[in-house]
């Protein structure tokens, strides 16, 4: 990387880069500061002002060294997170350190650093999505599965060079098992593979992945998770993620990355690929419901949602459970109260993108539980932040892809891994791959009526459909269950 920024300078330098990285380039010939983070926010890299001095670091913690360093919280923040669960960027949970954004520079001189310059981005997920928007990419369909399936080849041999033990996580999804697979069909060996299971059927994907494995070939590593032994986890995740962060899925996000570490140093993972290619059930069904219930009446569909809610999501899950058992377990929902809650606030919207907003938020009113504090405006709500897309389910995307992917998803599989020492790598979210997506129409995103349906196509070359074809699960944890069950005496202590 110093000698691309020596040979070409450092604009020029980014654009040939590929990957994830943050860094900081002192300039000694123009005695300037750069701090600089990759495209779509894999690495952390953190900043602020403490008396006139920049300091910077790519952990909070290390903010605490600074003999400066207050640590005041920031309210405002704290209000975001109930909100998100997370804090969005470019906040931390400290007032006056900030995340840098993702593809951007923040440069300084001597002249300059106690002015607060302001990041500058040098690549755009915005300029990308509307650039793509408006050049589709035209062919027959199988003209384009096969272009992807040669892009993603190469993403994923680029990140498989390394010098150290090479494996990945599988859980048996469509995004990890493509990766999988065009890793094991580019090794001559068999790739090590990780997953992690749970004794709750509702929550357990080993199976699936181990009927991947067996597939593909790979030699597979499985653990099942006990309450006791994810409730041994928790105490670690504070010194992990430095500021609050309610994303459950952190604490099978850290079980597979120790699992992974004991045999390899570095894990290729399929995250990006439900942002980027359609994989979240809201992209199917938001069109759809806002379709439906847009027709009727506003006053209508807040009494309806007004009603939803007499009960309590408590009272929701244990009607369902009584019917759950009826049901085949491919039909049976995850908390369901919830949904019911959920569903309530969908019907109260005035927009599709006010559904889309309601979606995303953990709760109505935050500030209303954190005294003294306000919302400030996010790229989630500042719509003057969105790029111009006129298909729903393309904003959608758009703004996953900006906010819950960087500040989320790539937050919780960078500081897991990290914190045993493994270095987690995303093919999918090669920025050539990124910018191709942009240019695929929705109508082949979903085609047939199938989420991820051109990253299936790929799949399908190594893995067959009854393998793979069932519904979503995501990476959770059946930690309701837990908490009413084995985990409840514990966690009543705690409060």
């Given at each position: 990387?110093?000698?691309?920024?020596?040979?070409?300078g450092?604009?020029?330098?980014?654009?040939?880069?590929?990957?994830?990285?943050?860094?900081?380039?002192?300039?000694?010939?123009?005695?300037?500061?750069?701090?600089?983070?990759?495209r779509?926010?894999?690495?952390?890299?953190?900043?602020?002002?403490?008396?006139?001095?920049?300091?910077?670091?790519?952990?909070?913690?290390?903010?605490?060294?600074?003999?400066?360093?207050?640590?005041e919280?920031?309210?405002?923040?704290?209000?975001?997170?109930?909100?998100?669960?997370?804090?969005?960027?470019?906040?931390s949970?400290?007032?006056?350190v900030?995340?840098?954004?993702?593809a951007?520079?923040?440069?300084?001189?001597?002249?300059?650093?106690?002015?607060?310059?302001?990041?500058?981005?040098?690549?755009?997920?915005?300029?990308?999505?509307e650039?793509?928007?408006?050049d589709?990419?035209?062919?027959?369909?199988n003209?384009?599965?096969?272009?992807?399936?040669?892009?993603?080849?190469?993403?994923v041999?680029?990140?498989?060079?390394?010098?150290v033990?090479?494996?990945a996580?599988?859980?048996?999804g469509?995004?990890?098992?493509?990766?999988?697979?065009?890793?094991?069909?580019?090794?001559?060996?068999?790739?090590?593979?990780?997953?992690i299971?749970?004794y709750?059927?509702?929550?357990?994907?080993?199976?699936?992945?181990?009927?991947?494995?067996?597939?593909?070939?790979?030699?597979h590593?499985?653990?099942?998770?006990?309450?006791?032994?994810?409730m041994?986890?928790?105490?670690?995740?504070?010194?992990?993620?430095d500021?609050?962060?309610?994303d459950s899925?952190?604490?099978?996000?850290?079980l597979?990355?120790q699992?992974?570490?004991?045999?390899?140093?570095?894990?290729?993972?399929?995250?990006?690929?439900?942002?980027?290619?359609?994989g979240?059930?809201?992209?199917?069904?938001?069109?759809?419901?806002?379709?439906?219930i847009?027709?009727c009446?506003?006053?209508?569909?807040?009494?309806?949602?007004?009603?939803?809610?007499?009960?309590?999501?408590?009272?929701?899950?244990?009607?369902?459970?009584?019917?759950?058992?009826?049901?085949?377990?491919?039909?049976?929902?995850?908390?369901?109260?919830?949904?019911?809650?959920k569903?309530?606030?969908?019907?109260?919207?005035?927009s599709?993108?006010?559904?889309?907003?309601?979606?995303?938020?953990?709760?109505?009113?935050p500030?209303?539980?954190v005294?003294?504090?306000?919302?400030?405006?996010?790229?989630?709500?500042?719509?003057?932040?969105?790029?111009?897309?006129?298909?729903?389910?393309?904003r959608?995307?758009?703004?996953?892809?900006?906010?819950?992917?960087?500040?989320?998803?790539?937050?919780?599989?960078?500081?897991?891994?990290?914190?045993?020492?493994?270095?987690?790598?995303?093919?999918?979210?090669?920025?050539?791959?990124?910018?191709?997506?942009?240019?695929?129409?929705?109508?082949?995103?979903?085609?047939?009526?199938?989420?991820?349906?051109?990253?299936?196509?790929?799949?399908?070359?190594?893995?067959?459909?009854?393998?793979?074809?069932?519904?979503?699960?995501?990476?959770?944890?059946?930690?309701?269950?837990?908490l009413r069950?084995?985990?409840?005496?514990?966690?009543?202590?705690?409060?």
């Amino acid at each position: 990387m110093l000698a691309a920024t020596s040979k070409w300078g450092l604009e020029e330098a980014l654009k040939r880069f590929n990957g994830m990285f943050a860094f900081a380039l002192w300039d000694r010939h123009e005695r300037a500061l750069h701090l600089v983070r990759d495209r779509l926010g894999e690495k952390p890299l953190y900043y602020g002002w403490i008396d006139d001095v920049c300091v910077f670091a790519s952990e909070l913690k290390a903010f605490h060294a600074y003999p400066g360093f207050r640590g005041e919280i920031d309210r405002d923040a704290v209000a975001l997170y109930l909100r998100h669960n997370y804090v969005p960027a470019p906040l931390s949970i400290y007032r006056g350190v900030y995340k840098l954004p993702a593809a951007t520079i923040l440069s300084m001189t001597e002249k300059t650093v106690g002015s607060a310059p302001k990041p500058a981005s040098y690549w755009s997920v915005r300029e990308v999505a509307e650039r793509g928007v408006a050049d589709p990419m035209t062919g027959h369909e199988n003209d384009i599965v096969a272009e992807l399936h040669e892009l993603l080849k190469d993403a994923v041999a680029l990140r498989m060079e390394a010098e150290v033990p090479l494996g990945a996580f599988l859980s048996g999804g469509v995004d990890s098992s493509t990766v999988v697979a065009l890793m094991q069909a580019q090794s001559r060996t068999p790739v090590r593979t990780f997953s992690i299971g749970f004794y709750e059927d509702d929550y357990n994907e080993a199976e699936d992945a181990k009927a991947v494995a067996r597939r593909l070939g790979t030699e597979h590593t499985e653990l099942y998770v006990t309450p006791d032994e994810a409730m041994a986890v928790i105490p670690h995740l504070p010194t992990l993620y430095d500021e609050p962060f309610a994303d459950s899925s952190q604490i099978p996000t850290f079980l597979i990355s120790q699992l992974a570490r004991r045999d390899v140093t570095v894990a290729l993972s399929g995250d990006g690929g439900d942002e980027l290619f359609g994989g979240y059930d809201r992209y199917l069904w938001g069109r759809r419901i806002w379709g439906k219930i847009r027709w009727c009446p506003a006053p209508v569909r807040r009494t309806a949602g007004n009603l939803l809610t007499l009960l309590s999501p408590a009272v929701w899950d244990r009607g369902y459970s009584s019917a759950a058992a009826l049901l085949p377990p491919r039909l049976r929902q995850r908390n369901p109260g919830e949904k019911v809650h959920k569903l309530a606030e969908i019907l109260s919207a005035e927009s599709a993108d006010a559904m889309y907003l309601s979606l995303v938020s953990h709760s109505k009113e935050p500030t209303l539980l954190v005294p003294g504090s306000s919302e400030p405006t996010t790229t989630l709500t500042d719509r003057k932040e969105w790029a111009k897309l006129a298909d729903f389910t393309q904003r959608m995307q758009y703004l996953d892809t900006v906010t819950y992917l960087p500040d989320d998803i790539l937050v919780k599989l960078d500081r897991a891994s990290m914190g045993v020492s493994l270095e987690a790598r995303v093919p999918l979210l090669d920025h050539r791959v990124v910018e191709w997506a942009w240019r695929i129409p929705v109508s082949l995103k979903f085609h047939r009526r199938a989420s991820k349906w051109l990253l299936r196509q790929v799949l399908y070359h190594y893995v067959s459909k009854d393998i793979i074809e069932r519904p979503k699960m995501g990476f959770g944890v059946p930690i309701g269950k837990w908490l009413r069950g084995p985990l409840r005496h514990w966690a009543e202590s705690l409060l």
